[in-house]
């Protein structure tokens, strides 16, 4: 009779993967990316979704929670040009709780971990199981979501894509690179299976099931952004009229009483039972507001993200003639992998530009001799990189070669960290890559 029972309850569970599968789209257009979805594709997406949704109580905290949440990361990919999709990848990895601890002691909203968080510039103490630990901003919706579009951004710059940007989340640029190259896609037009890896899968299930649902009515509770430092969240309680209690609970990156250091600009989540409500808070607190530009002092070394440098990256849907087998982006750029045997006249002739031209993107001079294997950028390098870290210069460093290594433009880098043409920078000097 258990047998029975179970096959029976097996039955109903095809039946119903075999129905949604059903209501899984043919194509989407997400992140910029057309999608095509096969019936394996399908099927995969569907035990998903039915894992998401088949549980309604659980189902509509998270889209309580996304009704929160959402309205604030909309606001920071809007301004910082990221896709708005991206917010359902903080739902996929936290279910949007702020105190959510992985495995591997990522935490917060976007899951990341200390090194990871400090490279973005994010504020973290120590670990939050820790006594005394004062700040963990990887708990703070807002900055935790500027790290995060930073995180894409420089993905996307590198691999030309939002989809393997995405996919660079769960992987690292590395072996985000690796899989592409595996598997051969189009960056613009990828078609999902069941073989399609599983981020992408639970990204596009956390898309389709939630999509529909979500920002669909007022939520419960507005926040509104209040940037500042040096205060409490009882002075601010008071200044405002606000709940102190109610506040600590969107603010739990606020770890040892509620005290907001003096470091650096800080943004505070000010709880709202309605849109009039806080319309008033808005009206309140812009006056006080601080910017929140960030300065050098946020800035890290982090030897690991470093060693990534150069990130160069066969794309794998070039055409397979002589001359375009040599071609590459290296940090994001355009640029060529040079052969035995080639010298800067093959080299720009493969570029389709002039010797000068080659020589000037690469500050060469006329009798620089070529080596096989070395890369050189078809593209102007930009003024400044927004990478966080500083590189701390090693025994032998040269300025011209850093700046290469890197992808920033020669001039730029040296006015940038007040070297002079002819000067040595010798060993332990800290390079910095944007203002």
Known sequence: MRLKIWLLSMLCQLMAFGLMAQNIPDELYVLNTKVRITQGG??????????????????????????????????????????????????????????????????????????????????????PEEAGVEIDERMNIISSSEAAAAYLKKSYKYLNSWVYALLSYNTGLTGCKNWIEQNRLDPYNITVDENTHFYILHFLANYIAFKDQVELNAPAISL??????????????????????????????????????????????LPAANFEEAT?????????????????????????????????????????????????????????VAKEGDDMKSLAKSAGISRWKFRKLNDLSRKYKVESGTFFYLEERPDQIMLGSYYLTQSGDKLPEIAKRFGIELKSLRKLNGIGKNEEIGMGRKIFFSK
């Not at 920071?76 to 739902?91: I, N, Q, S, T, W």
């Not at 409490?232 to 040892?256: C, F, G, P």
């Not at 946020?298 to 397979?320: C, G, H, Q, T």
């Open 42 to 127: 399908k099927a995969e997406i569907a035990k998903k979704v039915n894992s998401l949704t088949s549980y309604s109580i659980g189902f509509q905290e998270y889209v309580h929670r996304c009704d929160i949440y959402f309205p604030q990361i909309t606001k920071v990919f809007r301004r910082e040009g990221v896709p708005e999709e991206f917010k359902f990848l903080a739902l996929q990895e936290s279910t949007l709780k702020p105190d959510v601890v992985s495995k591997s002691n990522a935490v917060g909203y976007w899951q990341f971990k200390i090194e990871t968080a400090r490279e973005r510039g994010l504020r973290v103490d120590g670990n």
């Open 224 to 269: 509104v952004p209040f940037n500042t430092n040096g205060r409490t969240l009882q002075s601010i309680s008071t200044a405002v009229a606000v709940d102190e209690t109610k506040m600590s609970e969107y603010n739990q990156w606020l770890r040892v009483d509620g005290y907001i250091p003096s470091d650096k600009v800080y943004t505070v989540l």
């Open 280 to 336: 008033d808070l808005m009206a309140a607190v812009t006056p006080i507001s601080s910017s929140r530009s960030r300065g050098r002092k946020n800035y890290v070394y982090d030897e690991a993200f470093l060693n990534e440098y150069p990130f160069i990256f066969k794309d794998p849907i070039l055409s397979e003639t002589t001359d375009v087998k040599k071609l590459r982006r290296v940090n994001g750029l355009r640029a060529i």
